[in-house]
């Protein structure tokens, strides 16, 4: 609806609906062939009554990840090869048959442009569709009982009227003396152009018409353009439908062209809506009337599209009324009572196809026209959809008829004033899938609406059969004319009273007395008098006795109608028992199927909100997997490489803290070993006699005379027992490790250690160790009188059962530089104790470095001291 604010008006008082059963809206549905082989179809029949439609390729449907194709039930479906004459059988043949006896009908096809709405409603040369059709239906079964032009006038309140045969001549004398051109006659040559169309051949006829009546046809032809609407049968003297436009889209003003004037809608005293001055032909053949129908046609607008090459833009609806109204007791005039009347009519629509204008690719007055179709179409499915939830949920909403021209026309036909059935015309390519989709869901939701069955018109009460009881009885009045006036036969033999009656009374003779003597002229008369007087008193007294006989037998009628009566009137109470159980039955039953119906819908709402709320819950979890997955990937490759540092650290630190404990082992060792010595020092001042007087030896002694040291204690008790080695000459070649590290002091004393054939490194390497047989260590530290003291610790080199080096140190050599003025050395025993930094240095002192083996491991890059040879590494097996 438009967001247009209307006045406030009036409610119509509207027509309650009868409560009769009601029928549901038919819908039919018809495929048209493709337009070349080639193309891609996405429309299958599956059965007589259901279409699958799916997407093409390139268009895919996803519902809960998968793929789906739809199908959608009809009453009935026809494919590509059916006829014409089989599509009209079905669907039109029933709703002429409801014509003729009285019922009004609405049929209109529906679909996309260039589905074949058209072609299924006028057809084409050598096949014409449902409209002419219906016309020789109609022509067929009302030929001879048609009244002659004019007998029937339409009113303009959407009525008819019955004029006597007098008024009904002087119509037809005064029609014929106008200059307008006249009404197409049957009997004039059919124009070539549609003759193929209207030529049918199977002559279908309604079975049962009422004899009784006489009929009269009457056709108009309106479109409804813009949400306009527009008479196709007006005569103008211009071609008012097609005229010549500017470049700004408005008529040419000029002297010859008139605008068409657009048709207004009412309501009659029924709440039927008509179109009020239109234009309203009555016809008396099929060939009259489709040349009416083709004078409109040419009228209406279609246009050039990109989907259609003659697109219909706008909706056509022909209206045949059939007036129809009893003859009088004697069956030879028309009954003039307006009661007696009755007046139906059948509405075929050809509906204008819904377009999408980016594909029509429409501008200017064709956009236009697009938007008025596509509107009005959406107005039709908006009426069905609440005409649908009124009937299907018990509510009152105002269905929105009067926000089109097409729905406002054709309101009574939904509130119960005629049968309506659609035809759904569906174009098998894939360009329009989805416009296909959209129709196909507006047409299965129409079948659910009810439309109110038409009762019958009520019987006239006069005796059926009394046209050709006239007819029979005129025949035989003329056959008797025809031999009146011959002599009656003198013959005495009785007949019977009822052929003396149909012999008629014989003939007076002449009473013309020319003689007064005439004997013979009264004694004829007096006989034949005598002879009349006779018959009157036979017929009298036959009269009388089959009066006797008729009471006789209306009595024994009467008293067996009683009884008859009173029997039916018994079983009759009891059917009517009977039917208002099964009426009760069946209103509580329809009113549990809508209130199951109800129920269903609703958990067909709520589970379709579940399914989106489960493909939505779907996409998260897949999501959130995915991220997961991701998540775990990258945590699995993060503790691999924590796992590649943890060992790589652990292995790092594990040979670190070997390390420390080899040294805190080899420091502790070296302490006790000094405490050791300067036990036995001590051991050895204390047990010195006191009286001799010590005396200091020469530096030249002392050099000669190595100074007695004490065995250090093994480190560790399962250290392999080392071989001594005597001390070869050095003149046997002998070649020296002189390693002296990066740490010492140049010295400037005057002897400097000088050692021939010698590797010098700054830290010892088992490469080294393997090349010399000799070992010298350069050691520098601070002496008790602040000096610095340079030790060289000599010692062989000698191979190890694990396959590395060792060493024993064998000998230490002091160069000691001291001034003259310089404290002497004392030999207290407080001396004795180090300082607490050479306690935590890497070499506490010569001595116990003196006392060391270092052993080096093969392929180790480990400096000496870094593992004592008293903790041998396990080879492994």
Request: with cysteine; hydrophobic share 30%.
């Amino acid at each position: 609806m438009k967001g247009v604010a209307k006045m406030p008006r009036r409610p119509a008082l509207k027509k309650p609906s009868p409560p009769g059963p009601k029928d549901p809206v038919g819908v039919y549905c018809r495929v048209r062939p493709l337009g070349r082989p080639d193309q891609e179809c996405c429309i299958e029949v599956i059965n007589e009554s259901t279409v699958q439609i799916h997407p093409p390729d390139g268009y895919r449907i996803f519902r809960n990840g998968e793929y789906r194709e739809m199908q959608y039930s009809f009453k009935e479906v026809f494919g590509t090869l059916v006829a014409q004459k089989e599509l009209f059988d079905v669907v039109a043949k029933p709703l002429v048959e409801d014509l003729i006896r009285g019922k009004n009908g609405l049929l209109f096809t529906y679909g996309v442009t260039g589905s074949g709405k058209t072609h299924t409603m006028t057809g084409s040369p050598g096949d014409g569709g449902l409209l002419p059709r219906c016309l020789a239906m109609i022509f067929n079964s009302i030929g001879p009982f048609q009244a002659k032009r004019f007998v029937f006038k339409l009113d303009d309140k959407n009525g008819v009227d019955v004029q006597c045969e007098v008024d009904a001549l002087l119509e037809r004398q005064k029609r014929d003396a106008m200059p307008v051109p006249k009404t197409p006659s049957g009997k004039r040559q059919i124009d070539p152009e549609f003759a193929d169309m209207i030529n049918v051949q199977d002559h279908c006829k309604v079975e049962e018409v009422d004899e009784d009546n006489v009929y009269s046809v009457f056709v108009s032809y309106i479109e409804i353009y813009n949400n306009y609407i527009y008479d196709l049968l007006e005569e103008t003297p211009f071609d008012l439908i097609k005229p010549k436009w500017n470049n700004c889209n408005t008529p040419v003003r000029n002297g010859d062209f008139i605008p068409p004037q657009s048709k207004i809608l009412r309501e009659d005293q029924n709440h039927n809506m008509y179109v009020t001055g239109c234009t309203e032909v009555e016809v008396k053949s099929t060939e009259e009337a489709f040349e009416v129908f083709w004078k409109g046609q040419k009228k209406r607008r279609i246009a050039n599209t990109q989907l259609n090459r003659e697109s219909s833009r706008s909706h056509g609806v022909f209206i045949i009324k059939l007036a129809q109204a009893p003859l009088d007791a004697d069956g030879d005039n028309v009954l003039q009572e307006k009661e007696q009347i009755t007046l139906s009519q059948l509405s075929l629509v050809d509906l204008a196809g819904s377009e999408r204008t980016n594909r029509t690719k429409a501008e200017g007055n064709r956009l236009r026209e697009a938007g008025n179709i596509n509107q009005s179409l959406m107005t039709l499915r908006t009426c069905i959809e609440v005409l649908r939830e009124n009937q299907m949920y018990g509510t009152n909403k105002m269905v929105p008829y009067r926000d089109s021209k097409l729905t406002h026309l054709f309101k009574n036909y939904f509130d119960g004033e005629g049968k309506v059935r659609m035809i759904v015309c569906v174009n098998p390519k894939a360009e329009d899938y989805e416009e296909s989709l959209q129709v196909m869901r507006f047409a299965e939701m129409t079948q659910e609406v009810e439309v109110a069955r038409p009762v019958d018109r009520p019987l006239c009460g006069l005796t059926p059969g009394r046209r050709f009881r006239n007819q029979a009885f005129r025949e035989e009045l003329a056959q008797k004319l025809e031999i009146r006036g011959g002599p009656i036969s003198g013959e005495t033999e009785e007949q019977s009273a009822s052929e003396i009656l149909l012999q008629n009374f014989p003939p007076l003779p002449s009473c013309e007395l020319l003689d007064i003597n005439d004997d013979q002229t009264l004694p004829k008369l007096t006989g034949v008098l005598e002879e009349r007087h006779k018959l009157r008193q036979k017929l009298s007294e036959e009269f009388a006795k089959n009066v006797l006989t008729f009471k006789t037998i209306l009595r024994e009628l009467d008293s067996s109608v009683m009884s008859k009566e009173n029997h039916f009137q018994g079983k009759l109470s009891e059917k009517e028992k009977v039917i208002t159980g099964q009426k009760t039955e069946l209103e509580r039953l329809e009113k549990k199927i809508k209130t199951l119906e109800y129920k269903i819908e609703i958990l067909e709402k709520t589970a379709t909100i579940y399914e989106e709320d489960k493909r939505h819950l779907q996409q998260e979890l897949e999501s959130k997997s995915q991220k997961l997955q991701r998540q775990a990937s990258d945590k699995r490759r993060l503790e691999a490489r924590l796992q590649g540092m943890v060992a790589e650290t652990t292995m790092k630190w594990e040979k670190e803290c070997e390390r420390r404990v080899a040294a805190k082992q080899l420091e502790m060792q070296n302490k006790l070993w000094v405490k050791d010595e300067k036990l036995k020092q001590l051991k050895a001042i204390v047990t010195e006699p006191k009286n001799e007087k010590p005396e200091r030896p020469s530096r030249e002694r002392d050099r000669e005379k190595p100074i007695p040291r004490s065995v250090s204690p093994t480190p560790v008790p399962n250290a392999p027992p080392v071989r001594l080695r005597h001390r070869r000459s050095r003149s046997a070649g002998e070649r020296w490790v002189d390693h002296k590290p990066p740490s010492n002091l140049p010295t400037d004393t005057v002897m400097q250690p000088h050692v021939p054939h010698a590797i010098t490194v700054a830290a010892a390497s088992e490469k080294a160790l393997a090349k010399c047989d000799k070992y010298m260590l350069t050691h520098q530290e601070l002496a008790s009188d602040g000096e610095i003291e340079t030790k060289l610790i000599k010692g062989d080199v000698f191979k190890t059962r694990g396959g590395g080096q060792a060493v024993q140190f064998t000998e230490i050599e002091t160069l000691k530089q001291e001034s003259p003025t310089g404290r002497k050395r004392r030999s207290s025993p407080s001396n004795a104790d180090p300082p607490e930094d050479a306690a935590d240095s890497e070499w506490t002192d010569v001595e116990t470095r003196c006392s060391v083996a270092v052993e080096m491991r093969a392929g180790s890059a480990l400096g000496p001291g870094y593992q004592h040879h008293a903790m041998p590494k396990r080879r492994k097996p």
